[in-house]
């Protein structure tokens, strides 16, 4: 081969290289690599068919060999299915939320995906946007079914996806208006009791709470709990609230909370920012956790490992609902969908209260005298 040469397959190959990598094996090349029709590939590789095992194998060895991979439009006519689910929150305001900067929502989505994946799904994350838009969006998306993050009541987008026809979960005990396939939650009248239960032992005697204003199960269940308890062992409620997809008004109603001439000596913070928030309005107000001021808020960050003092925090367990949403979606798309009248499958997960130094207040020190000397006469 002469040096000119040489230099010609130098050029052309890397082009070669990329159109064969552009290249794409479609059923009619594993049909005639294997030497069956395209009916027999699509048998074996969808497990359809009265095919022998070595013929399926066989197919299915060929198609690997030649990274061929199913069209999903071809998927779509074959199966009326898309392989898309969908994952939104609608609850926080009429602005786009971006949930994902949240530790609880961060952690449910990646668990969510995950277990998509594994049953051959992939997860679209869609903001709520505006009520106008939101519908408008999703339905330009061809979803299987979806999942709502903390529907409010009457929630005009999840109202329209069930009247579709699309399967709806609901991570969150949604209000009876809203007629769901299936919802996830957690018990959290007994987590809030657990852990005011435990700011009590701790020695707190009048507790706040920092709640949001939305009309989402998590933000009332807990904070009517929250009302219950303290009507049952007899203490003022405490009480500042606002809207929760606003971070700036998050450290306001901290500082609004322990300026109050009523001042808490122990505080809940239902939303991941909270406990920060608490700990910079404390030392605004000179105030030392846990000796003046016991904190607990409801987070998965582990950042609150590392604050000072740590933070006690009640851990909702997203992993855990992430997927089992997705299961339950998942199920009720692969078995045909809701059927009408027939209440929703619920599943109370539960939770766990990360004990840290914020919520232990240390026991009064005794001051022990040296034992005295024998005395002279």
């Given at each position: ?286 105030l030392r956790v846990p000796e003046d001021l016991l904190l607990v808020c409801c987070s998965e960050s582990s950042v609150y490992a590392g604050t000072e003092p740590p933070i006690t925090t009640l851990s909702l ?58 005395t002279s006469e």
């Open positions: 081969m002469t040096a000119a040469e040489k230099h010609q397959v130098s050029r052309s190959s890397p082009a070669q290289a990329g159109r064969r990598r552009q290249s794409r094996a479609g059923i009619r090349d594993v049909a005639a690599a294997a030497g069956v029709s395209i009916t027999t590939v699509s048998d074996a590789l969808n497990g359809k068919g009265r095919l022998p095992d070595t013929t399926r194998s066989h197919v299915r060895a060929v198609a690997e060999r030649l990274g061929y991979r199913p069209s999903a439009a071809a998927r779509t006519l074959r199966t009326g299915k898309s392989g898309l689910v969908g994952l939104t929150v609608t609850t926080y305001g009429e602005e786009p939320f971006t949930f994902t900067e949240f530790a609880y929502f961060a952690e449910m989505a990646r668990s969510a995906t995950s277990a998509a994946l594994a049953r051959g799904y992939a997860l679209v994350i869609l903001p709520a946007a505006s009520r106008h838009s939101a519908f408008d969006i999703w339905s330009n998306v061809a979803l299987d079914g979806t999942v709502v993050i903390d529907p409010s009541d009457h929630d005009p987008l999840v109202t329209e996806l069930v009247r579709s026809g699309i399967p709806v979960v609901s991570d969150g005990r949604p209000a009876d208006s809203l007629p769901v396939t299936a919802w996830v939650d957690n018990d959290h009248e007994a987590a809030v009791r657990g852990l005011l239960d435990h700011l009590a032992e701790s020695g707190a005697r009048r507790i706040g709470l920092l709640t949001g204003t939305s009309t989402d199960t998590y933000t009332r269940l807990s904070t009517s709990a929250y009302l219950d308890w303290c009507e049952r062992v007899g203490q003022e409620p405490v009480v500042e609230a606002y809207p929760a997809h606003d971070p700036a008004a998050g450290a306001v109603a901290a500082d609004r909370l322990l300026a109050r001439p009523d001042r808490p000596d122990a505080v809940y913070g239902l939303f991941d920012p909270n406990g920060t928030d608490l700990l910079a309005a404390a030392r605004r107000y000179g367990k997203p992993g855990r609902i992430g997927n089992t949403v997705i299961q339950l979606l998942i199920d009720a798309i692969e078995s045909g969908g809701p059927v009408s009248g027939t209440r929703p499958v619920e599943q109370v997960m539960p939770t766990d209260l990360i004990v840290r130094t914020s919520s232990r207040r240390r026991p009064p020190r005794t001051t022990v005298s040296a034992p005295r000397g024998p």
